[in-house]
């Protein structure tokens, strides 16, 4: 970048930019280019607030409404990890734990916490933050099977009147949050992580 | 695009400066609209909660926090959210969240329940409580006094308010085998059921609650009797065998029937909460009541067994009244035992006609002359066996002119009426009189005579069977004499064949003695001359 060339994103051309040009596109393949994802901190912090503010009715409205001969019932997401803890069944208690609640708020921490640091010019752990971004992005799509655990459970047990299971308002938050952070993820450039340490690099010769 | 090839390796230089971020992303309308939506569904949620309520149980038995409904009419109009004990541990506090609509039903006479499968008499309940669990039942109440913490009824109301009809009360000193639900039935109809019962604070009566359904509430007037028509009863009396039943229901659960005597002008139908007298029987509700009963005193110095309350007083056959009370009691002067009864009389029932009198005092002075004048001519009070079978008793008032003279105590309270032994009393000394002098005959002595006599009687029956072998043997001779006699008389017989030989001689002999006589009577000479000779 402080050599002034910027790489095509879809057929890989280097390319030096015109010097007075706002928008630049690839001489090949006329791809818009840029040197650095445009608005990429603001965006993933949008991105990154609408998902923490999901979050939230996510978690307490009800994901799920089972209506069975009994009576009909509402669970949040919480509340089926108590219903599935059980001596013999904590595993799968512990997988939607994990799944639907720990990763979820973990990657909206971690993302915060690379914004906050490329924001600071944080030059430190570089590698350490690069990791945590790759994991972030690889993690952040599993999330997503709860949603469909749900969907299909829904879609399959509709055996009227006896019983039938409906999504709930909590689902589509949680769905909404999932993607979110994935946007999120993808519109972070993680190169910015590197931007502060090549300054440095540049400033101190 | 208009960019011209450059070279690779001839790159010009250019400093970079990292755009600085001025302009707003159009992509913050993401987080915008996020939390738009968010905040509308909280505020949909927070509006969505309707007030907190707080039921009392006595039971948190088939309840449970988060799942069980308040259901009024099949609509779910809360969902208890939390169980816990009250402070001194003996009732249960439930929290229950109500839906908003149904704030405006939760006022002061609004009453919650508990509904589980009942079977009780006539009713099976809550059946669907087995599958689907408990749930808590509710009646909207008609206040508009709002309130939010109530407590449960232990049982469910069997008569919602809603129910078009009137509530009536009875009383009642014993309760049968009445309960919550027992039919009310009017000429065998059920119109109603009992909605409530409960003893009176000093556990004297019972004041039931029965609801009576439209239309028929306007059957109850004043004057309706309420009776008791639990079962089937069976009357054994004079007439035969009467058995009074309502319905195949009420003969296995019980319960209340009602009727307005007929005759006498139709009167408007009751009030709600009319209080009414519940009778045991049929028989007692339509009893001619009895108005300013008079009570006397009998003092028996006999057994009364069989006499028990109730027992009807009668004037020579007719009642007249009832027994009101046996006692026993000893008069420590003479240590007698006696059994005084109290009589509750009707002078009404005597059929005494009371013309002219105005006052209480007229009355009460007519009432002690008549009483009066009636034992001295030797009216007294006897106790009769009523029923052999069952022994029970009655007082019978009749004249005995032989009685001993008394008088009536008018100096106790109540007044001692004259008594006299009873019929049973009176032939059981009898009887005893004549089982004494059997006692005093010398029965041993008669004995003794009597064995002597016989003895002799033996003996005597023995000569006489000699005798009668004898006057046997005589009997087979004479049999021979009359055989032999039978022999001579028959016709072929020789004695027969002579005795007819002899008798054709002895006629023979007579003409010739007739013609003798003729001719002695023309010839009576011929006795001296002899017969002349052929010269006739």
Redesign the interface.
Same mark, same amino acid.
């Given at each position: 970048m402080h050599r002034g060339l910027q790489s095509c994103g879809v057929c890989g051309l280097l390319s030096r930019p015109a010097p007075d040009a706002d928008v630049c596109r690839c001489p090949r393949c006329d791809e818009v280019l840029s040197f650095r994802k445009p608005d990429s901190i603001q965006r993933t912090w949008a991105f990154l607030l609408a998902a923490a503010v999901c979050y939230i009715p996510a978690n307490v409205l009800p994901v799920l409404t089972t209506t069975t001969a009994t009576g009909s019932e509402s669970d949040t997401i919480m509340q089926g990890v108590v219903l599935l803890w059980s001596p013999s069944g904590w595993p799968l208690s512990m997988i939607v734990l994990v799944a639907s609640i720990i990763i979820p708020s973990a990657k909206i921490v971690a993302l915060a916490y690379l914004l906050i640091s490329v924001r600071r010019g944080s030059i430190a752990n570089n590698e350490r933050r690069l990791r945590l971004y790759r994991t972030i992005e690889f993690i952040g799509r599993w999330s997503m099977v709860d949603v469909f655990v749900d969907t299909f459970t829904a879609a399959l047990i509709q055996l009227q009147p006896l019983m039938s299971v409906e999504p709930g308002p909590g689902l589509f938050f949680f769905a909404a949050v999932v993607v979110l952070t994935m946007l999120a993820v993808e519109s972070f450039d993680p190169r910015l992580i590197w931007d502060a340490t090549s300054a440095h690099e540049v400033e101190n010769g | 695009?208009a960019?011209p090839?450059?070279p #690779?390796g001839d790159?010009?230089?250019?400093?970079?400066v990292?755009r600085r971020?001025t302009?707003?992303?159009l992509?913050?309308i @993401? #987080?915008i609209?996020?939390?738009a939506?968010?905040l509308w569904?909280?505020v949909t949620?927070i509006r969505s909660e309707g007030p907190k309520i707080t039921i009392e149980f006595q039971s948190a038995e088939g309840l449970e926090a988060g799942?069980t409904?308040i259901n009024y009419r099949g609509v779910d109009l809360g969902t208890i959210v939390g169980i816990r004990l009250s402070n001194d541990h003996l009732r249960v506090i439930a929290t229950a969240q109500m839906t908003p609509q149904s704030g405006e039903f939760l006022v002061a006479d609004t009453h919650f329940w508990v509904v589980r499968p009942r079977i009780s008499g006539a009713n099976v309940t809550g059946l669907g409580t087995l @599958?689907?669990?408990a749930y808590i039942g509710m009646e909207i109440g008609s206040s508009t006094v709002p309130r939010r913490s109530f407590v449960a009824l232990d049982t469910p109301p069997i008569v919602t308010g809603e129910a078009p009809g009137r509530f009536f009360v009875l009383q009642t000193s014993d309760l049968g085998s009445l309960d919550l639900g027992t039919p009310v039935f009017f000429r065998r109809l059920q119109v109603g059921q009992v909605a409530a019962y409960q003893l009176d604070k000093d556990g004297r009566f019972f004041t039931v609650r029965i609801f009576v359904r439209a239309p028929y509430d306007q059957f109850v007037t004043v004057n309706s009797r309420f009776w008791q028509a639990s079962g089937i009863d069976l009357q054994l009396s004079a007439n035969g065998l009467t058995v009074q039943t309502q319905s195949l229901l009420s003969i296995l659960i019980g319960g209340i029937a009602f009727e307005t005597p007929t005759g006498g002008q139709t009167l408007s139908a009751a009030a709600a909460d009319t209080v009414f007298t519940l009778y045991a029987s049929r028989a007692k509700a339509f009893a001619p009541a009895a108005r300013n009963p008079q009570t006397f005193e009998l003092i028996f110095n006999e057994s009364v067994r069989g006499l028990a309350p109730g027992a009807p007083v009668e004037f020579r056959g007719v009642q007249v009244g009832e027994v009101a009370e046996v006692r026993a009691q000893i008069d420590l002067k003479t240590m007698q035992f006696q059994a005084p009864v109290t009589i509750h009389l009707d002078a009404q029932r005597l059929g005494v006609k009371m013309i002219g009198l105005t006052s209480e005092a007229d009355f009460n002075a007519l009432r002690r002359r008549l009483i009066d004048s009636l034992v001295a001519r030797g009216v007294r009070a006897q106790l009769k066996t009523g029923n052999l079978l069952t022994g029970s008793a009655f007082v019978s008032f009749d004249y005995f002119p032989d009685a001993p003279p008394a008088t009536v105590d008018w100096s106790q309270q109540p007044a001692q009426l004259p008594t006299t032994p009873g019929q049973l009393e009176a032939s059981e000394a009898r009887i005893t009189n004549i089982i004494k002098k059997l006692d005093k005959m010398p029965l041993e002595q008669i004995g003794d005579q009597l064995h002597a006599t016989l003895a002799d009687l033996d003996v005597t029956l023995r000569k006489t069977n000699q005798v009668l072998e004898s006057a046997d043997a005589t009997l087979v001779s004479a049999h021979g004499t009359l055989d032999n006699a039978n022999s001579f008389l028959e016709p072929s017989s020789v004695q027969s064949q002579q005795l007819s030989s002899t008798l054709v001689e002895v006629s023979r002999a007579a003409r010739s003695l007739r013609v003798l006589a003729d001719y002695l009577e023309q010839h009576p000479e011929a006795l001296l001359r002899g017969k002349r000779g052929g010269a006739q």
């Open positions: - | 695009m960019e090839q450059v #690779p790159v010009p230089e250019s400093r970079v990292p971020q302009r707003l992303s992509v913050w @993401i #987080p609209v996020a939390t939506v968010g569904v909280a949620r799942k409904k @599958i689907s669990g």
